[in-house]
Nanobody
Framework: QVQVAESGGGLVQAGGSLRLSCAASGFSFNAYNMGWFRQAPGKEREGVSWISMSGGKTDYADSVKGRFTISRDNAKRLLYLQMNSLKPEDTAMYYC????????????????WGPGTQVTVSS
């Protein structure tokens, strides 16, 4: 059974940093590309960042490029999102998921979502 659980969110001032984690279980983590998504109140869920199964390739939404860094530790079955220079517009619930497609053309592979982790950036 595919399961993911996000953590690491919180309240931070603009310009601050957070590191999100995603713990995966129930599937062969190192055999899947992974992505981070976010959903702000009243808006559709959007892709934030993508990483290949080996971790050798990454991609980012234009809105976070240069500020966010995605990484993974396949031995620990963990996915990370380092978020620097946070802006109020980054405020959202953040989710991780297995993905289809490549780069920011990604889509969630299935409808399995974790509880998410809330990121709130104050101005």
């Amino acid at each position: 059974q595919v399961q993911v659980a996000e953590s690491g969110g919180g309240l931070v001032q603009a310009g601050g940093s957070l590191r999100l984690s995603c713990a995966a279980s129930g599937f062969s983590f190192n055999a899947y590309n992974m992505g981070w998504f976010r959903q702000a109140p009243g808006k559709e869920r959007e892709g934030v960042s993508w990483i290949s199964m080996s971790g050798g390739k990454t991609d980012y939404a234009d809105s976070v490029k240069g500020r966010f860094t995605i990484s993974r530790d396949n031995a620990k079955r963990l996915l990370y999102l380092q978020m620097n220079s946070l802006k109020p517009e980054d405020t959202a619930m953040y989710y991780c998921a297995t993905t289809t497609g490549v780069g920011m053309e990604m889509s969630p592979r299935n409808n399995v979502w974790g509880p998410g982790t809330q990121v709130t950036v104050s101005s």
